[in-house]
């Protein structure tokens, strides 16, 4: 990696073209057959507006943007690989409607790259997850279906494939006042029965799952729109076993950076296998008044030393690692991380 590779969170990130990246609420998928990252997220080039008086900001879904890299700086566009629908008004995704939050894994049995979103429409009251598949890590892919998970409203979510190949869905339901767990079918094509509450009425969304040293960790966001607010971290020893939220992760800047995650809202958690226990945090600095310059933030994750304050719960369960997300107004990965053992 070129030294002079520096990330600026909340700058304008251009890609190869020289265009700004349209990647919002995304995820990265690192693919292992091209050894490749592919950057997907809500293409928002497009007006903002107010599809009602007292709605929130949207834009008219454009679809699914993909970005490719090999340096996790340097980012290719690939291009659509979702598009909106323009002409079929009942399709969820005609344009009038709410497509957030894409995510893409891999399944290693059907070799199929599929992807889990939130769809919604325009008045947030659909509250579904869609699925799309592809044999393409950069599409197209095919939409195949809505639904509400186990009958549940379903808004902010994400997908999480652990280390074997067992893959979860986790989203904000009972109107954003908990979060449900549930592992997917082996094709990653629908929700399997079994479903876990948790954060019971801790009103948390946005949430980004990782893993480390075989604990499961999760970062959320309070419930407070395009407005950002403090960031929690939570743990658990299985993801469909008992979270525990273990404080704020954020470290650095000021008080008020603190306690609005870097006035950002998590996505996703990049980990970087050559740098074992060092991860990135993506999150969005969304811009309500125009959505398409949002940008993103993205900053050193580290997970190491004990949480400051006990738990209010923790009898009996284990004294979870600390994490922190590290501000820095430019930052960048060692040369050749990826070589590091």
Known sequence: ??????FYPGKLWLDTDGKPIQAHGGGILFDERTETYYWYGENKDGPTYHAH??????????????????????????????????????????????????KVIYNDNTGNYVMWMHIDDANYTKASVGVAVSNSPVGPFKYLYSKRPHNCDSRDMTIFK???????????????????????????????????????????EAPALFKHKGTYYMLTS???GWSPNRAMAHAAEAVMGLWETIGNPCV????????????????????????????????????????????????????????????????????????????????????????TT
């Not at 339901?173 to 954060?199: F, G």
Request: charged share 25%; with cysteine.
């Open 1 to 6: 990696m070129n030294d002079s590779k520096y």
């Open 252 to 339: 650095g800047g000021n008080k008020i950076f603190q306690m609005t995650t870097f006035f950002a809202q998590s996505t996703f958690i990049v980990p970087l296998s050559g740098l074992p226990g060092v991860f990135i945090f993506m999150a969005d600095r969304w811009n309500p008044a125009d959505l398409r310059d949002s940008r993103y933030v993205w900053l050193p994750l580290t997970v190491g030393g004990v949480v400051d304050e006990p738990l209010e719960y923790n009898f009996g369960f284990p004294v979870w690692s600390k994490v922190s997300i590290f501000w820095h107004r430019r930052w960048r990965l060692p040369t050749n991380w990826w070589r």
């Open 162 to 204: 652990d280390d074997d190949g067992k893959a979860y869905l986790i989203y904000s339901s009972e109107e954003n006042s908990e979060l449900h767990v549930s592992p997917l079918t082996d094709d990653y094509l629908d929700v399997a029965d079994q479903m876990r509450k948790i954060l019971i009425g801790q009103h948390r």
């Open 53 to 102: 008086p007292r709605g929130a900001a949207r834009v008219d879904i454009i679809g699914v943007s993909c970005y490719s890299s090999k340096d996790l700086w340097t980012w290719k566009n690939e291009g659509v690989v979702l598009p909106g629908e323009e002409a079929n008004v009942t399709h969820d995704l005609h344009h009038s409607n709410v497509l957030e939050r894409p």
């Open 222 to 224: 309070g419930c407070t």
